[in-house]
Every structure is written in C-alpha cells, then in structure tokens.
C-alpha cells in the first residue's frame, strides 16, 4: 500500500476483553514504532521492532499489553484484560531504515474504547 | 529523561494572518533533533518541519518556520499567510539522536482554529 495501514479503526471493548490491533507498515520499512495517544494528550512511545526484533519495550505501561513483529513487517499490538484507562488512540509508524535522517509515517491509529 | 512543554492548548487567528505556537523543551542531550506534527481529525501525524539542533540555521518549509533557540531550549513554530488547510492540532516533538531506536517525545499539543 501506499501508507501505513492500521486497523481497525475503531473498536469497542467490554472491560477484561482481549483485544489485537493490526498495523500494516510501509512495504519494505525496517523501523516500526506504536505510541498511545490519550485523549487531549500528545502520543507516548510504546515499543520499537528493527525488523522482527524488538529492541525497546520501555513505554508498554503493564505486562497486559505484548507487541509482536513476527516477520518483520506486520506488527500486531496486543492488550489482555482491557481496563477503562486503556482507552486511547493507538498509533503505529513506520520509516525505511533505523537512522533519525528517514521520515517517519504514520497510520490514522485505531481508536479503542474500553467501556 | 526529556520533557516537551506546548503552553498554549488553543489558539485561534484568521485566514491569511500570521501566527506562532510555542514549544520549550528540557534535556541534557547535546545532539538531537526537533520536530512540528500536525494531526488533522483524520488522526493521521504529518510532518510539518524539522530542525537539527547543530545547525544553527532556522528550518523552513514554504509557509512554516522555526525559531530555535538553543540555549533557550526553545522552539516555536511560525505559519505565515495561514489557510483554512492548516486547522489541527499540532504538537512539538524531541527525538535523541540515538542511533538504532528513534523515537519521540510529544509535548500535548495546541489546537489552531484558522478562522475565514
């Protein structure tokens, strides 16, 4: 495809479900980044893969929440047992190579709602 | 850890003026570089500007500008001849240049309402 794809693009969650969001990133793109984005808030890191590897996992705020890149290129972002403060946009980017001179692309994000 | 402070939350200005949104920022880091996004109601992060903190030179990208101040740890963002377009939310952003792992520290953004 021609940008990042990430989905769905919304999706509504009874608390304690488990919930998969998908991010498709640019064909070919060897970084691939997921940030939160609470509501009025700017987004925060979440994790890093270099291809399959995940090198940084720092910002996942519990273990309830597990990311996985088993190919290097589709990522799937995953949160067991959603709370209500889970709710959020949550945005995935891409960029061709780990330099800070590559652009980097964003999906729209999916926005999850835990009720 | 670095920190990245939007003080404005909205702003608003009409068509075809002239407008700047603030971003100050805190870090030891000596190289790095800074960033304007742009998040329109699609969700969808643009980039708007970037700006390496070892070159002195302000940035510009036709109607955007930067005004970095280093030693201020400051960075403001000027759009000039604003157009109805340029409506969203737009957040400041600090990236380590931390070879291998970029990512970016967002302050939490100022909404700017261009109005006709």
């Known amino acids: 495809g021609a940008g990042v794809s990430q989905s769905p693009r919304y999706k509504v969650a009874k608390r304690g479900q488990d919930v998969a969001l998908r991010c498709d990133p640019i064909?070919?793109?060897?970084?691939l980044f997921w940030y939160q984005q609470a509501l009025g808030q700017g987004p925060e890191f979440l994790t890093y893969?270099?291809?399959?590897?995940?090198?940084?996992k720092s910002g996942l705020p519990s273990d309830r929440f597990f990311a996985e890149r088993p190919e290097g290129s589709v990522s799937t972002l995953k949160i067991q047992r959603t709370q209500q403060e889970d709710s959020a946009v949550y945005l995935c980017?891409?960029?061709?190579?780990?330099?800070?001179?590559?652009?980097?692309?964003f999906g729209s994000g999916t926005q999850l709602s835990v009720l | 850890a670095q920190t990245v402070t939007q003080s404005q939350p909205e702003m608003s200005v009409q068509e075809a003026e002239t407008v700047t949104l603030s971003c100050t920022y805190d870090?030891?880091?000596?190289?790095?570089?800074l960033f304007w996004y742009k998040q329109p109601p699609s969700r969808q992060m643009i980039l708007v500007i970037r700006?390496?903190?070892?070159?002195?030179q302000n940035a510009t990208e036709n109607r955007f500008s930067v005004n970095f101040q280093k030693a201020a740890k400051s960075f403001s963002l000027k759009i000039s001849d604003s157009q109805l377009g340029d409506t969203a939310m737009y957040f400041c952003a600090f990236m380590k240049t931390n070879f291998g792992n970029e990512k970016l520290t967002f302050g939490t953004g100022t909404r700017l309402t261009i109005i006709p």
């Open positions: 870090t030891s880091e000596n190289n790095y570089y």
């Open positions: 064909s070919g793109h060897v970084s």
């Open positions: 893969f270099q291809n399959e590897a995940q090198l940084d």
């Open positions: 700006q390496e903190a070892y070159k002195q």
């Open positions: 980017a891409s960029s061709l190579a780990h330099s800070t001179n590559e652009k980097l692309f």
